[in-house]
């Protein structure tokens, strides 16, 4: 299958402070992101999606100013989650979708946040 | 909306059996579905999908079964090893490029050596 390489795995970042995941498609062109939230034991949370060249899609109940996403080229997207708090803390994962509707998932980010 | 639920939420089989898990859809707009495996802390793994113009694929120990009327579709997994031991969720999708996943909520199984 095809790869997407998500960094960096873990992150520990102080209360207030930002954070930026990277999503990458390594070897297809990926025209659709999306960003996850799973919860221990739980299943996949759609956070938004993301389309290249334009504005995120964000799920109901997600804050887009909180969890900034920015799909500028066609193998990088990103996941900025601006002055996070303790109860951000989670494992944020991308999955990337090229011209099929196979979508692949990176290796997810743990972020806590102290 | 897609509403996809997924049963068992846990499964243990004997090493050597069979393992079979299940799931419902609601939108017949749906015709792509695909099942992936997540090892604890590890991302998901596509390991096999199937397509609506299609009732059955099998890949070696792993089938996946489509039953378009009913809205349904099964993993079935045979000769289990400890290995398969894992998280397993299915999803749905209207196979367009950029349209959303539906996850199932999850299958933990457990092969017992």
């Known amino acids: 299958g095809a790869v997407v390489s998500q960094h960096p795995s873990r992150v520990i970042c102080k209360s207030g402070t930002s954070v930026k995941i990277e999503c990458r498609s390594l070897?297809?062109?990926?025209?659709?992101m999306f960003w996850y939230r799973q919860f221990p034991k739980k299943s996949l949370m759609l956070m938004a999606t993301s389309n290249e060249g334009s504005k995120a899609t964000y799920e109901q109940g997600v804050e887009k100013d909180k969890f900034l996403i920015n799909h500028a080229s066609l193998t990088l997207s990103t996941l900025t989650v601006t002055s996070a708090h303790p109860e951000d803390s989670s494992f944020y994962i991308c999955?990337?979708?090229?011209?099929?509707?196979?979508?692949?998932f990176g290796q997810g980010t743990r972020l806590t946040v102290v | 909306g897609e509403n996809v639920e997924q049963h068992p939420s846990t499964l243990s089989v004997q090493e050597g059996d069979s393992a079979v898990i299940k799931c419902t859809y609601s939108d017949s707009a749906s015709n792509y579905f695909p099942w992936y495996k997540q090892e604890l802390g590890k991302r998901p793994q596509l390991i096999i999908d199937i397509r609506s113009n299609v009732g059955e694929k099998k890949d070696q120990r792993i089938a996946v079964t489509l039953n378009k009327t009913a809205k349904h579709f099964s993993l079935h997994i045979t000769e289990t090893q400890p290995e398969d031991s894992a998280v397993y969720f299915c999803a749905a999708s209207n196979g367009n490029t950029g349209n959303q996943f539906y996850f199932g909520t999850g299958t933990s199984l457990t092969v017992i050596p």
């Open positions: 070897d297809f062109q990926a025209t659709t």
């Open positions: 999955s990337a979708q090229g011209g099929l509707p196979e979508a692949f």
